[in-house]
């Protein structure tokens, strides 16, 4: 069963931000929200992570809801280099944390 | 340079002729894994291992084997290959609990 759910795609305009949605409705309290990231078939790329509080760090900003059901990823000034497969995961529970499921992530396509 | 390392990157070879694909990484990690991507499948876990001597079966584990005799290597091994094993493969590493960092990729061809 997919435990979260992304847009299957979306454009942005080099420059600008762009914000990345994911509903994981299911999710429980002892898990956190994981985004990765991956280029045109290279290996994933860690970006942020987060359980209840926003996060930032250099590449990106991670927004969880207060009733952690949903989250937002933002880039805050998208570059050609951004161009990729963006995934939302929610770590398998405390005693599978190594297995990470992917689901079909969101492409993100930006545009000069 | 901190990183995870795959050998070969691209293979094409012919079903039942037994291949291992190698995976290192230099940054001590405890956990390692394999991964296969396919179309319309995304990435799916193929072994673990928590420790040396430490390995476990994840989602997709038949036709596979793995080792883990030193902590720095995690090799898969394909016994007799099959087509269906024509797939895009990454190893990753991490420490216990925290962030995975994947390797580049290795492309199968199983003909």
């Known amino acids: 069963d997919a435990k979260t759910t992304q847009p299957p795609s979306m454009d942005c305009a080099e420059g600008r931000a762009a914000n990345l949605p994911c509903n994981h409705s299911?999710?429980?309290?002892?898990?956190?929200v994981y985004w990765y990231r991956q280029i045109h078939s290279q290996g994933p790329q860690y970006i942020i992570h987060?359980?209840?509080n926003n996060e930032t760090n250099e590449m990106a900003s991670l927004i969880i809801t207060e009733d952690r059901k949903s989250s937002t990823l933002i880039l805050p000034h998208a570059t050609l280099r951004d161009t990729a497969v963006y995934y939302c995961?929610?770590?398998?529970?405390?005693?599978?944390?190594?297995?990470?499921?992917f689901g079909a992530g969101t492409q993100v396509v930006v545009t000069p | 340079e901190a990183q995870v390392t795959q050998n070969p990157r691209y293979l094409i070879t012919v079903t039942g002729k037994k291949l291992t694909v190698t995976c290192s990484q230099n940054?001590?990690?405890?956990?390692m894994s394999w991964y296969r991507q396919d179309p319309g499948l995304g990435l799916r876990q193929i072994y673990y291992?928590?420790?040396?001597?430490?390995?476990d079966k994840g989602d997709v584990p038949e036709g596979y084997k793995v080792s883990r005799k030193e902590k720095r290597n995690f090799p898969l091994i394909l016994e007799s290959p099959s087509p269906n094993q024509t797939s895009l493969y990454f190893c990753?590493?991490?420490?216990?609990?925290?962030?995975?960092?994947f390797g580049p990729g290795t492309r199968l061809l199983v003909l």
């Open positions: 990753a590493s991490s420490r216990v609990d925290e962030t995975q960092y």
């Open positions: 299911t999710i429980s309290g002892n898990e956190y």
């Open positions: 987060g359980l209840k």
């Open positions: 995961i929610v770590r398998v529970g405390t005693d599978s944390w190594g297995k990470l499921q």
């Open positions: 940054m001590n990690h405890e956990y």
């Open positions: 291992s928590m420790n040396v001597e430490v390995t």
